[in-house]
Structure formats: structure tokens, C-alpha cells
Nanobody, 115 residues
Framework: QVQLVESGGALVQPGGSLRLSCAVSGSTIRPYNMAWYRQVPGTQRELVARVSNVGYTTYVDSVKGRFTISRDNANNRMYLQMNNLKPEDMAVYYC?????????WGQGTQVTVSS
């Protein structure tokens, strides 16, 4: 059973930084394409950033230059470094892993950006 557990969400002031972590158990993440999504209540889940199994990264335009996605295959973890956070970044952030027809989600971690 593959499980994804996010951590690192918190309350932060605008302009602040957070680092989200996604710990994966039950399988090595090496073959998986990994991603971070976010969701605001009442809206659709939005892809924030993706890192492929070979390390290729993509970002939604609104976070380019501020967020950095990375993966640590040796420790079965993925990260999202978020800098210069804005109120519009406030959401529940979800970890996602895809390999072939298999797709897994974490339970989410809340990021609140407010002064």
C-alpha cells in the first residue's frame, strides 16, 4: 500500500517562506512522476508544480520564480520550497504520485498566508 504524507504547512505572513515535505512509504518513488497540487474550498484542485521521474520540473505560471520542487529518491521524499508567499497561495497542498495507471494522493497540508 503506497502512502503519501505531507507536512510543513503553517500560518505565515505575506513574503514569508515555507518548505513542504511529502514522505512516501510502500514503494520507492524512483519511477514515479511526482507533483504538488493545491485546492481552495469551492474550487478545483490546481497543479502547482511537477517533477518527473528523471527530474524535469514544470510550474504553474503564478509560482514561477518563487516555488521550487525537488525530490530525494534515496529518502523517498519530495519537497516544495515556497518563497515570497502571497495571500493567493493560501490553500490545502496535496502531494501526488503517478506511475503508469497507478496514482496516489496524500491527505493534504494547510498553508495559510495572512498578516
Amino acid at each position: 500500500q503506497v502512502q503519501l504524507v505531507e507536512s510543513g504547512g503553517a500560518l505565515v505572513q505575506p513574503g514569508g517562506s515555507l518548505r513542504l515535505s511529502c514522505a512516501v512509504s510502500g514503494s520507492t518513488i524512483r519511477p514515479y512522476n511526482m507533483a504538488w497540487y493545491r485546492q481552495v474550498p469551492g474550487t478545483q484542485r490546481e497543479l502547482v508544480a511537477r517533477v518527473s521521474n528523471v527530474g524535469y520540473t514544470t510550474y504553474v505560471d503564478s509560482v514561477k520564480g518563487r516555488f521550487t520542487i525537488s525530490r530525494d529518491n534515496a529518502n523517498n521524499r519530495m519537497y516544495l520550497q515556497m518563497n515570497n508567499l502571497k495571500p493567493e497561495d493560501m490553500a490545502v497542498y496535496y502531494c501526488n504520485a503517478v506511475f503508469g495507471n497507478s496514482e496516489y494522493w496524500g491527505q493534504g497540508t494547510q498553508v495559510t498566508v495572512s498578516s
